[in-house]
């Protein structure tokens, strides 16, 4: 399509085009509108001027007779300007008057009549229009006055050629003003057209461009920008995410792949194969638990799970998650507490509720627990075990809480361990992230991004907190 073409076919040019039209018809209608009056007007003044002049010339015939007639319409006829005179007499003889010659048959027709005419001074073929009333006088003589028409017919020739002209400026004006409208637009259009394009090859980072005029197109493009904007943040946190979950899953596959292989390898005897078979389903139950747990994230992320709420008191499943891990704590060393008498009213997927809270508590055996805790304390040379351990104080333990708080209630988890410094603690909840320091325990770094997730999904928050020393996790949930 050509440059023109598309110009034409623009909303804004066809809008100047409608309101063209109607300002143009607009501006006709005025001017004829003004002609007619005007006109109109003119008319009314020349017949009432030819009636004055014909009573007048009336009573003078009346008073003087057809001399006195003849002596006054002679005089006027002298005079300059566009009057007309004619006496005749009876049978249509001019008398006195400066009418020469007149359309055939006017003198018989009695009112107003518009005729041609030449005046008796000028030559043959000069004619001029007028208007005239003709009168018979008592006796049979014929009285005319007239008025030439040509001031009329001026008028009418420079409101017509005003009209023209200012109809054709209005046109002009208009088109030159929707070129330009157009034009602009069309350039703006263009611009956000070039953007889009790259924005569909799949460079997400480019955005529309905005004038700084404010209008409806600005607009239109910051909000355009605005939506850019999050689509890009949201495929950086696909593509993240992906990213590390191939990244992640790869390390656990590979060490079955390599487990498998050695035993096929090494092993001699069946139950070398056992054992080897063994090791290879507790690394996949690893993997199984892993995808559980990535899926979970997401259910809980994509608000899925959001369906299966009810109201529950929280007090009971942080008794219930509590009674489930005491024994693994014992193991451990921990003293598991739990501080949850008041109700705590959740609604919520109770599942869900429990899983995080599990995995803040898992976590707290895992990383406080006194080996873990202070490993530079354990003793550096075999000789070192024979002698009796050194007197340590015993550890903080493990506090586990329920309590309402305003429009809160705050499931807890404080331990005593080594914490997560202020900042690492953006970053823990992220899918797959394990700080240095823990990398000797098992785990895939998820457990903390489901009880986030968790959170989010009751609009509410995981908060990590200093307990000083140790971590201070809370699930913070709106209160039913
Ligand atoms: N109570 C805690 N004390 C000290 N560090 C912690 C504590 N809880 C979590 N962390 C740190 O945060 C990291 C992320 O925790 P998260 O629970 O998400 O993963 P994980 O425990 O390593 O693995 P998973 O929970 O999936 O088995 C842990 O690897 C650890 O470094
Ligand atoms: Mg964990």
């Known amino acids: 399509?050509?440059?023109?073409?598309?110009?034409?076919?623009?909303?804004?040019?066809?809008?100047?085009?409608?309101?063209?039209?109607?300002?143009?018809?607009?501006?006709?209608?005025?001017?004829?509108?003004?002609?007619?009056?005007?006109?109109r007007l003119i008319t009314q003044e020349i017949t009432e001027t030819i009636d004055a002049e014909i009573n007048g010339l009336s009573e003078q015939y009346g008073q003087g007779g057809i001399r006195r007639l003849l002596l006054i319409v002679d005089a006027r006829s002298r005079r300059p300007g566009s009057n007309l005179y004619l006496v005749t007499t009876p049978s249509g003889e001019g008398l006195a008057g400066n009418v020469g010659t007149l359309q055939p048959g006017i003198l018989d027709q009695p009112g107003l009549t518009e005729t041609p005419y030449r005046r008796l001074d000028e030559a043959e073929d000069a004619e001029h229009r007028a208007v005239v009333r003709v009168v018979r006088l008592a006796g049979g003589f014929r009285l005319l006055v007239g008025r030439d028409l040509e001031e009329r017919e001026r008028l009418h020739d420079i409101i017509l050629s005003t009209s023209r002209w200012s109809i054709a400026v209005v046109v002009v004006l208009g088109l030159a003003g929707g070129f330009f409208v157009t034009r602009r637009?069309?350039?703006?259009?263009?611009?956000?057209?070039?953007?889009?394009?790259?924005?569909?090859?799949?460079?997400l980072t480019g955005r529309l461009p905005i004038a700084g005029t404010g209008d409806e197109l600005d607009r239109l493009a910051e909000n355009l920008n605005a939506m850019l904007e999050r689509i890009e943040a949201l495929m950086h946190g696909l593509k993240e995410v992906s990213d590390n979950i191939a990244h992640d899953l790869k390390t656990p596959l590979t060490r079955l792949?390599?487990?498998?292989?050695?035993a096929l390898r090494v092993a001699k005897s069946e139950s070398d194969y056992r054992t080897a078979l063994e090791n290879v389903l507790e690394e996949s139950d690893g993997l199984i638990r892993t995808f559980n747990a990535l899926l979970m994230i997401a259910r809980a992320?994509?608000?899925?799970?959001?369906e299966a709420m009810s109201a529950f008191d929280a007090t009971?499943?942080?008794h219930d998650v509590a009674e489930l891990y005491e024994p693994l704590a014992?193991?451990?060393?921990?003293?598991?507490?739990?501080?949850?008498?008041?109700?705590?009213?959740?609604?919520?997927?109770?599942?869900?509720v429990s899983q995080a809270l599990a995995n803040l508590i898992d976590n707290a055996i895992k990383y406080a627990a006194p080996e873990h805790a202070a490993p530079e304390l354990a003793p550096a040379s075999a000789s070192a075990v024979a002698e009796a351990p050194p007197a340590r104080e015993p550890p903080p333990g493990i506090v586990v809480s329920a309590r309402s708080e305003g429009e809160w209630v705050l499931l807890a988890v404080a331990d005593g361990g080594p914490g997560i410094g202020a900042s690492d603690r953006a970053r823990v909840v992220e899918r797959f992230v394990r700080l240095e320091q823990s990398?000797?325990?098992?785990?895939?770094?998820?457990?903390l991004s489901l009880a986030a997730a968790v959170a989010r999904l009751h609009r509410g928050e995981l908060r990590l907190e200093d307990n000083s020393p140790g971590l201070r996790a809370t699930l913070a949930l709106p209160r039913a």
């Open 301 to 306: 992320e994509s608000g899925e799970s959001g």
């Open 185 to 203: 637009v069309l350039k703006r259009i263009d611009a956000m057209g070039g953007t889009t394009r790259t924005i569909m090859q799949g460079d």
């Open 316 to 318: 009971e499943i942080v």
């Open 330 to 352: 014992d193991d451990k060393g921990l003293a598991l507490t739990v501080e949850a008498d008041a109700a705590a009213p959740v609604k919520g997927n109770r599942e869900l």
């Open 1 to 39: 399509m050509t440059a023109l073409g598309k110009l034409f076919r623009t909303t804004a040019f066809k809008l100047s085009l409608v309101y063209l039209t109607v300002f143009a018809l607009f501006a006709a209608f005025l001017i004829g509108y003004f002609a007619w009056t005007t006109s």
């Open 439 to 447: 990398r000797s325990q098992p785990g895939a770094g998820l457990g």
């Open 257 to 262: 792949r390599n487990r498998a292989e050695e």
